[in-house]
């Protein structure tokens, strides 16, 4: 785990060290054990290191035996082994005995295509001197953070921000297509970032640059195939694939725990890892709602070495500013917060951690998957007469049934953008008016998704919807905070149910196994029974619950009010009605606690990254 840096020049000028340098000083968090650097004609690479692997011959950048191929590379390929041996077979040389290397040689063996090889989490630049080619490329799920900007002049690209910002050397600005995307989703969705010019690579993509011509393109496709199967054949692929997935992500030269909540997905990972060697295990909780009680039940019966912390409305407000300088893109998921304290404490003991993102979206583990079954007594309605009846049923009176005959007359590209949905038709009553004029290009969340949409147009709802979250929720928001709120303590998030095979196995299911009215991760509880402790295997999923909307009915609340009403973010965001949102929720008329941290998490990040340009220019990390 570590951060790589790349500039090139397309006029084939040498870039400066001393910014590559200073680069790679901008996230010396992602890798504080050692530094390295590579220019030539035209281009240059930076690297820091969080040694994992062969700490004491694994260093970056990594070359080819002829020195033409020069490489850095962020995550960690867990089949490297088995690669390794089909390439020394091939009669391929290694230097080192690292996983990094590996991708040179796969490169060497079939050009842009060795990403179909990989296995694991990455983002990698590779500089091909023989061909003039700057190739970079991102795993499948969006793991690993690639953000990238380029004029005519040259192409820049990083781990983070901040280094790309430090390198680019111009002003900030807010880019508005990325405000809209934002305050519906409450993340940047690939590729945009928050500011204009500045884009994220997008999961399964590779870039390739070759006499000043940029090309980014998809090389791997999330593809659903159900086949009918017998349902115990399914459950034993399941478990045979996360057994392998797991013991696989364990592979490393330096200490390995697991968070542990109270729901199934990280409580299988921590069980199977038991399976194979003792670990540690890390939980955090809330006053009032204390996850904790339940995690430490079941570090006792899996025998693990445990620690937890309990969370107060101090320590988590206390971090807030911490946070959104390492998470750099603004998401306002309350739950970033809880990871960043709970990545510290395991930074303590560990260097890797093991967790349970990806199995929602790839078994069927939001209870919004529920809803298309729920509203399957309408489906036989033509689309004709469902419009005509949402028209009526929109004009009635309040009564009860009416949301949910609105909802099942409402086409799902129309009612489902992913597992976060905050400002949606009063979008634009959020945005400064001034800042709108002269924008009609602007397009909504769910415009983006229907893009997504097409690509699935054929398979079942809530086959869609996971996709949909695939695509959106899972790396804008699940994944992005999952590695910058570790990394942000030096620390290595691994994510075993986010493998290619595990994928396979899950896209071959039948929606029928994955949900019912009552069930979500149905299959994936029954393949676990034995392996899953009994009082965690039925929990319902709960997330991080933090109790933010008691916090911001008290002071906090104001403020936090203040704080965006005196933030440069104003100029774009209608401070009158964020006011009103903070008294409707502190009078008790609703709860508007999400809403209103959108709009300070936008706030804080504004001081920070734009608004501050000492931030960014004053003192390295």
């Not at 991102?138 to 781990?159: A, M, N, Q, W």
């Amino acid at each position: 785990m570590c951060g790589i840096s790349g500039i090139l020049y397309f006029d084939r000028r040498s870039p400066d060290p001393a910014t590559l340098q200073s680069m790679c000083r901008q996230m010396i968090h992602r890798g504080p054990d050692d530094d390295g650097f590579f220019t030539g004609p035209g281009v240059g690479l930076g690297f820091r290191r969080l040694a994992i692997i062969d700490p004491e011959r694994a260093k970056q950048p990594v070359a080819s035996e002829d020195e033409s191929i020069q490489l850095v590379c962020n995550g960690e390929i867990y089949n490297y082994r088995s690669l390794r041996e089909e390439l020394l077979k091939k009669g391929h040389l290694f230097r080192t005995a690292g996983d990094a290397e590996t991708i040179i040689h796969l490169y060497e063996e079939y050009g842009r295509d060795c990403v179909h090889y990989l296995r694991g989490m990455f983002a990698f630049i590779l500089w091909d001197k023989r061909r003039e080619t700057f190739f970079a490329a991102r795993d499948h799920f969006g793991i690993k953070p690639f953000y990238y900007t380029y004029d005519k002049e040259k192409l820049v690209c990083s781990s983070t921000l901040k280094s790309l910002l430090k390198a680019a050397g111009t002003q900030p600005r807010l880019d508005l297509q990325s405000l809209v995307y934002y305050l519906t989703l409450q993340y940047v969705p690939e590729p945009w970032t928050m500011l204009e010019g500045i884009w994220k690579l997008p999961p399964a993509h590779r870039l390739t640059v070759q006499k000043g011509s940029v090309q980014v393109e998809r090389y791997w496709l999330p593809e659903f195939k159900p086949i009918e199967q017998p349902v115990e054949k399914i459950r034993q692929k399941i478990r045979e694939v996360l057994q392998e997935s797991v013991r696989l992500h364990i592979q490393s030269d330096v200490p390995v725990g697991c968070f542990l909540s109270s729901g199934i997905e990280s409580t299988a990972i921590t069980a199977l890892v038991r399976q194979l060697q003792p670990v540690k295990t890390f939980s955090v909780g809330f006053e009032g709602n204390n996850e904790c009680t339940i995690s430490r039940i079941t570090a006792a019966k899996l025998q693990t070495e445990h620690h937890e912390q309990l969370i107060t409305e101090d320590d988590y407000f206390n971090v807030v500013n911490d946070c959104i300088q390492f998470q750099e893109d603004p998401v306002a998921d309350p739950s970033a917060i809880a990871l960043y304290i709970v990545a510290k404490m395991a930074a303590r003991h560990v260097r890797v951690v093991l967790s349970g993102e990806g199995a929602d979206e790839l078994f069927g583990g939001y209870r919004i998957y529920q809803e298309p079954l729920a509203l399957a007594p309408l489906r036989w309605m033509p689309p004709p007469l469902k419009k005509t009846l949402h028209a009526l049923v929109e004009k009635m009176p309040a009564f009860h049934g009416k949301n949910y005959l609105l909802r099942a007359t409402t086409p799902l590209e129309d009612r489902f953008v992913g597992n976060a949905k905050l400002f949606t038709d009063e979008v634009y009553d959020v945005i400064n008016e001034k800042a709108l004029l002269n924008r009609t290009e602007l397009r909504s969340a769910f415009q983006l998704a229907r893009q997504y949409y097409e690509d699935v147009s054929d398979l079942h709802e809530v086959t869609r919807m996971q996709y949909i979250d695939i695509n959106m929720w899972m790396p804008g928001n699940i994944l992005a905070k999952a590695d910058k709120m570790t990394m942000a303590h030096s620390l290595e998030l691994r994510v075993p149910f986010l493998d290619r095979e595990v994928f396979a196995v899950a896209a071959s299911i039948p929606v029928r196994y994955l949900v019912d009215r009552t069930t979500t991760k149905r299959i994936l509880r029954e393949a676990l029974q034995d392996i899953v402790p009994a009082h965690v295997i039925d929990r319902p999923k709960l997330g991080f619950p933090v109790p933010l909307r008691d916090w911001l009915r008290g002071k906090r609340g104001d403020a936090c009010l203040a704080l965006i009403q005196d933030s440069g973010i104003r100029q774009f965001i209608n401070t009158d009605y964020i006011t009103r949102l903070v008294q409707l929720h502190q009078n008790g008329t609703g709860d508007y606690a999400r809403k209103i941290w959108c709009i300070y998490i936008l706030a804080q990040w504004y001081n920070s990254f734009v608004s501050c340009r000492e931030s960014l220019t004053g003192p390295e990390e």
